[in-house]
């Protein structure tokens, strides 16, 4: 039976499940989690940053944004060799899928032929592939698919009233209109956001009321804790609470019972027992490497500890037959036995 999916979430509802005490929160979302997921299994991506800093916008928590004296060094779009490189690190390190970010307000139309060459390249090793690359133009998205794009990531960052205390470049409906572009091109949405940016917690409930009431729930969700970086306009940013931080986690589990939701920016600031929380709660990807764009990652070695120590196993997705990526996080080739298509062992 199909599952119903909501996307008509009140502000009022989506508070209440934040108000929750703790373990019925968990419990609930846990739930959620099990009856669609493999609570043992964890989708692995890793980012690259194809063309770095030098941005003309002024999104407060970012440190690729041209006026914030940040140290990040503008880079033009690299070459093809260069990220077809690091996609095979990636995919041999046991990366399924490689996300490619650039620090662009949105592609030029000149940009575009140049990614989807990159895109057709990265795909062609045999990953899933993802870009980031801002606002998108007219025939963009159509472009992007063609090329054999799988996921297009455009965050909705915050809460609609939130919005204009951390972006005035551009404006929430931009993003909509580029997400849209995105699905009507047949393209799977990568649509999350940040918490953790001085925002009260109903600001925090309105981002995952606004993400689960888009037309479609995005296919995968990405939860971003605020990388505090010196420089930014968010630089001394108050810590926010790891708990709220796993109860955002837990909201959006149930919200979006399909979607895959990434335990995303912010776990080399985060306590193992936090991310373990967060798996708990719903979490069911990360991204993997010593770096995001421009900020640090937990070390390879530490998360494939970590997996170990929880059990987990990486989501097969290359092919279920690719063993490969499974064995670099240490698991048995027999296979989980929950249907997962995995190789890791039960
Ligand atoms: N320039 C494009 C855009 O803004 O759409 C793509 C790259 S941008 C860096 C992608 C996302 O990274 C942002 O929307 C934001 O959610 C996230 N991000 C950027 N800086 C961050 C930080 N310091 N902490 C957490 N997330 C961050
Ligand atoms: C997303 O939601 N988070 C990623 C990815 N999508 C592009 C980016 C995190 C960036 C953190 C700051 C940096 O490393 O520059
Ligand atoms: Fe530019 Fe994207 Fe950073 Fe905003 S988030 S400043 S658009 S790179």
New binding site residues.
Partial sequence: MPVPLRHDWTRDEVVALFALPFNELLHRAHTVHREHHDPNAVQVSTLL?IKTGG?P?D?A????AQRYDTGVLPQKLLEIDEVLARAKAAKAAGASRFCM??????PKDRDIPKVAAIVRAVKALGMETCA????LGEGHAQQLKKAGLDYY???I?TAPEFYGEIIHTREYRD?LE?LEQVRDAGLKTCC???V?MGETREQRAGLLQALANLPEHPQSV?I??????PG?P?GDAEPLDPFEFVRAIAVARILMPLSIVRL???RQQMDDAVQALCFFAGAGSIFYGEK????GNPDVEADRALFRRLDLHPMAVIAPTDTAHADLFESDAAGCGQGCGCSAAA
């Fill in positions: 940053s941005c916008e999104c928590y970012c440190p690729q970010g650039a620090a662009w307000r949105g980031t690359l801002g606002l990531n455009h965050n960052d993003r580029t999350g956001g940040i953790g990405p971003n804790q605020l990388v505090p970086v930014t968010l995303s920016a912010g995001l764009l421009t900020t």
